[in-house]
């Protein structure tokens, strides 16, 4: 998905990260900060595909969406894997993400089949683009792993379809999935928020403080301009509105 | 687990079946009844673990029952490809197999973390000790492969630690243990018999009808016993009555 931001055309302001910018223990806490919202966020995708799985109503559906969500698993066994090369402990790492990530699903647990594809159309997309967003701003090495975990769309694309046909099938549904869709990026975006302000970390790999690395703010808001703008564009290929 | 069983005092009755008795469709049918009934069995496991995965209280919980999890899903595919190999639909052979395991799920829905621990406990295994039964009259290839899929005892091996240390920091835990186990054992009971009535292919392949194959009466009692016993002494491990 978004293969438009993982090449954005505004280029990253200053000097691309090198491996050796991993001896600055700032630098390397963003980074750490960074994989462990990832490898935490990926833990809870798996669950949450299971879940779906789980509800689908044929042993067809289920094994596919099995094996989307074990993908997902395979992810955070790689970014636990690269916080361990960094020296950094996968499961401190990730705690400190628990509390906003466990409260947006928790404020948009979906109630049904469509709820819960919309959650993935929706809701995972948005977070996987601002995720390749920072991804700018790491080492080359741990921005190919990101990179690379943010590449499987196989959810997307399956979710998309699945959508696609059970909006077709039944008009009325459209309106209630765009308001179910306005209400993940609403929680997703206050959630984003508060992750933002417990880890000064994280946004001190995002914004230059000084660093020569980062974004000023009016290229801060360019970026979630992009974000909003291809979700926006997300829900108008299946007809929503955003 | 279940060691005693996999390789029982009483031997099988008759010759033992041979890759050639494959060409006989009674016998194929039942040989893709069972492996229907244990892919279905791995999949539903998948999903029950992993909802434990979820409940659980730490990272590193979460990410090891993940990992036995994803296992059992393994066991899956490799039963599938099985009943692939044997030229049958394996969402059809698992389909016929739907009603009595869901049915078991459904009845027997853990309601906390120690009540799930004691369904994979006493359930899975008193499931597993009967397979490995059914796995006596069956063609040399599919035994070795219900032999491979029953060996893997992580997940058993967990929930008893974990049951044990429960045990020791609240003893009144056991009482409800031992009364939450024999609900498991009594459903298990009711849904294998009403599996066993609906699929005169799998009743076929454990039951000597004339074919020269299989269980007189005798030994089926035998059989039960045997996997009665084995409930029986896990339940005193844990110092519970079964």
Same mark, same amino acid.
């Given at each position: 998905?978004a293969d &438009?931001?993982?090449? #954005?055309?505004n #280029?990253?302001?200053?000097?691309?990260r090198?491996?050796?910018?991993?001896s &600055?223990?700032?630098?390397?806490?963003?980074?750490?900060?960074?994989?462990?919202?990832?490898?935490?966020?990926e833990l809870?995708s798996f669950?949450t595909?299971v879940t779906?799985a789980d509800?689908? #109503?044929?042993t067809?559906?289920?094994?596919?969406?099995?094996?989307?969500?074990?993908?997902e698993?395979e992810h955070?066994?790689?970014?636990?894997a690269?916080?361990?090369?960094?020296?950094?402990?996968?499961?401190?790492?990730?705690?400190?993400?628990?509390?906003?990530l466990?409260?947006?699903?928790?404020?948009?647990t979906?109630?049904?089949?469509?709820e819960?594809?919309?959650?993935?159309?929706?809701?995972?997309?948005?977070?996987? +683009?601002?995720y390749?967003?920072?991804?700018?701003?790491v080492d080359?090495q741990?921005?190919?792993?990101?990179?690379?975990?943010?590449?499987?769309?196989d959810?997307?694309a399956?979710?998309k379809?699945?959508?696609?046909?059970?909006?077709?099938r +039944? #008009?009325?549904?459209a309106a209630?999935?765009?308001?179910w869709?306005?209400?993940?990026?609403?929680e997703?975006?206050s959630?984003a928020?508060?992750?933002?302000? &417990?880890?000064d970390?994280?946004?001190g790999?995002?914004?230059d403080?000084?660093?020569?690395?980062?974004? +000023?703010l009016?290229?801060?808001?360019h970026l979630?301009?992009?974000?909003?703008?291809?979700?926006t564009r997300?829900?108008?290929?299946?007809?929503?509105?955003?």
């Amino acid at each position: 998905m978004a293969d &438009d931001l993982s090449a #954005p055309d505004n #280029p990253t302001t200053g000097a691309e990260r090198t491996e050796a910018d991993l001896s &600055d223990p700032a630098f390397r806490a963003g980074v750490v900060s960074l994989l462990g919202m990832l490898a935490y966020g990926e833990l809870v995708s798996f669950f949450t595909v299971v879940t779906d799985a789980d509800r689908a #109503p044929s042993t067809v559906k289920k094994v596919s969406l099995t094996e989307v969500a074990i993908r997902e698993f395979e992810h955070h066994k790689m970014l636990t894997a690269r916080l361990e090369e960094l020296g950094a402990n996968p499961h401190e790492a990730m705690a400190r993400f628990r509390p906003a990530l466990d409260e947006w699903h928790r404020r948009c647990t979906p109630t049904d089949w469509y709820e819960g594809l919309m959650k993935v159309y929706a809701g995972s997309t948005i977070a996987a +683009d601002f995720y390749a967003e920072c991804g700018r701003f790491v080492d080359p090495q741990t921005r190919t792993l990101v990179e690379q975990v943010l590449a499987d769309s196989d959810h997307y694309a399956y979710a998309k379809r699945e959508l696609e046909a059970g909006i077709i099938r +039944d #008009p009325k549904l459209a309106a209630r999935m765009a308001l179910w869709g306005r209400r993940i990026v609403g929680e997703a975006l206050s959630q984003a928020q508060r992750a933002a302000a &417990d880890n000064d970390e994280l946004t001190g790999l995002l914004i230059d403080q000084g660093s020569g690395h980062g974004l +000023d703010l009016a290229e801060l808001m360019h970026l979630f301009t992009r974000i909003t703008e291809a979700h926006t564009r997300r829900m108008e290929d299946l007809g929503l509105s955003a």
